[in-house]
Nanobody
């Protein structure tokens, strides 16, 4: 089993910044992909960004140039630095860990961006 705990969400004005963190614990295989997804009210969950244990990253087009994903493998932690936030970034942000033994989700953290 793997547990994921997100932190760092909150309220911010348009143009502001937030940094999300997600700490993984439990039976973690070193080769894995961690990432962030988000779900806005009435919409499907969508990919924000992912990063492999070898630091290969993928970003959604909507966040490229504004968000940066990073990870600390020694701490089994992934981060999401969000800059130039827009009201359309408002959503619950979920951490995800994927490897050959399974796929796990955190409970989510709310990010609210006011105009």
């Amino acid at each position: 089993q793997v547990q994921l705990v997100e932190s760092g969400g909150g309220w911010v004005q348009s143009g502001g910044s937030l940094r999300l963190s997600c700490a993984a614990s439990g039976r973690i295989v070193s080769v894995n992909t961690m990432g962030w997804y988000r779900q806005a009210p009435g919409k499907q969950r969508e990919l924000v960004a992912t990063i492999t244990s070898g630091s290969i990253t993928i970003y959604a087009d909507s966040v490229k140039g504004r968000f940066t994903i990073s990870r600390d493998n020694a701490k089994n932690t992934v981060y999401l630095q969000m800059n130039s936030l827009k009201p359309e970034d408002t959503a619950v942000y979920y951490c995800n860990l994927d490897h050959y033994t399974g796929n796990w989700w955190g409970r989510g953290t709310q990010v609210t961006v006011s105009s």
